[in-house]
């Protein structure tokens, strides 16, 4: 029973080893995606985590100061929130009355409070804390780049985003709000963007002219993969290759990139099975004509499917016309 267990146990290590060294040898194989960059037209989710204003901060109307003052009678405390008017006072009650703190630290605000009070209290001590502040305005939310750029965050100004990455546009909003903010903790998320989930499958003279399909891009995509999901590579197909789009802000230049695909599907080798990138072109290149007196070629599952779809197109496009 104990051998059987430890056999079992030994089988079952093996697999995993089995199992891990397979998928390191195809991650290895793999290239990771390069940082997203904004642009003009993306949605972007900005949470601002911590927001204390920049010191020293001036009391404004509105504001909400905790007022505790010792050394007063037992009837008529001072402990409680008092709300800066429109005029700048605070309102301590009929007895003690008001006291005008408005553009005044909390340490101004202190004494100015312990002067008034000492013409009615004997040696009063305040303690004043600021419990809301009314001119803060909420930054976290949702945002729009503009054509320019830029983010709108109101009443703290523009920031430009474009051709940042996300951690690039934390440093960049960080530092724009401190002129505003103490020490200001940002999160950001680049949550929606057209162009960022796609690849395209381009078929050069295909039937009709070149087609082109829009493809979702996963994290994990390669040749290998894009074609498996158009059901194979056209009839007639030569040249296989990537169109990779270029990069200006870090001079990188467009490429284009042979695919190997004889070597993919027959085992020799997996090197040419690269992983797809944000806006590459996987290129079929379909230059093989039929041959004289042997009629057109039969078409392959792909090409079907682009024929019969130009045809819906053409059948919409003709409906309500008479003959």
């Not at 301590?92 to 000492?118: C, P, R, W």
């Not at 019969?308 to 016309?321: I, N, P, S």
Request: charged fraction near 20%; charge should be negative; glycine fraction near 6%.
């Amino acid at each position: 029973m104990k051998n059987g267990i430890y056999m079992g146990t030994l089988t079952l290590m093996a697999m995993c080893i089995a199992t891990w060294s397979f998928a390191a040898e195809e991650n290895a194989k793999k290239s990771v995606l390069p940082p997203l960059r904004f642009a003009s037209g993306d949605m972007v989710a900005i949470e601002v985590m911590k927001m204390v204003p920049k010191q020293p901060y001036f009391l404004e109307p509105l504001d909400v100061l905790h007022v505790d003052v010792d050394a007063t009678p037992e009837e008529r405390p001072i402990k409680d929130f008092f709300i800066i008017s429109m005029e700048g006072m605070i309102d301590l009650g009929e007895f003690y009355g008001q006291v005008n703190v408005e553009m005044k630290t909390l340490k101004d605000a202190t004494a100015a409070i312990e002067s008034h009070l000492a013409t009615s209290l004997k040696n009063p001590r305040a303690k004043v804390r600021l419990a809301q502040i009314s001119g803060l305005q909420p930054i976290s939310g949702q945002y729009t780049l503009n054509a320019d750029g830029c983010v709108n965050l109101r009443v703290y100004g523009h920031v430009k985003l474009a051709d940042l990455t996300n951690m690039e546009a934390k440093d960049a909003l960080e530092k724009h709000l401190s002129a505003y903010l103490k020490d200001p903790a940002v999160a950001i998320c680049q949550f929606t963007n057209p162009a960022t989930p796609h690849y395209y499958i381009v078929t050069q003279n295909f039937p009709n002219g070149d087609a082109i399909r829009k493809m979702k891009l996963t994290d994990s995509a390669t040749v290998k993969d894009a074609i498996a999901a158009v059901g194979g590579l056209p009839e007639g197909t030569g040249q296989v290759y990537i169109a990779r789009p270029g990069n200006s802000s870090d001079n990188i230049p467009e490429q284009k990139i042979p695919v190997d695909w004889k070597a993919i599907t027959g085992g020799i080798s997996d090197v040419t099975n690269y992983m797809l990138m944000l806006n590459d072109r996987l290129v079929f290149d379909t230059k093989v004509q039929p041959e004289p007196g042997f009629g057109p070629h039969p078409l392959t599952p792909f090409q079907r499917v682009m024929l019969l779809k130009e045809l819906d197109v053409r059948k919409e496009a003709t409906k309500g016309v008479t003959p």
